[in-house]
């Protein structure tokens, strides 16, 4: 995995254990962040509750 790919995967999948706890971070959200982190997809850096509500509406949606 490229360095850049790589950071943007834990800065998805640090989202997911703040919002879940690291012990119910599932399979299926690390294949979300790995496929958001090849995307050019930009979330929010203003505040870590704009990060969080970003991942887990784009994490709700694609559940749909």
């Given at each position: 995995m490229e360095p850049l790919t790589k950071r943007r995967y834990w800065f998805a999948m640090s989202s997911f254990a703040r919002m879940y706890t690291p012990p119910k971070v599932t399979q299926e959200m690390s294949?979300?962040?790995?496929?958001?982190?090849?995307?050019?997809?930009?979330?929010p850096l203003d505040c870590l509750r704009h990060v969080d509500t970003y991942f887990r509406d784009l994490w709700i949606e694609s559940q749909n």
């Open positions: 294949d979300f962040c790995l496929g958001w982190a090849l995307h050019e997809d930009e979330a």
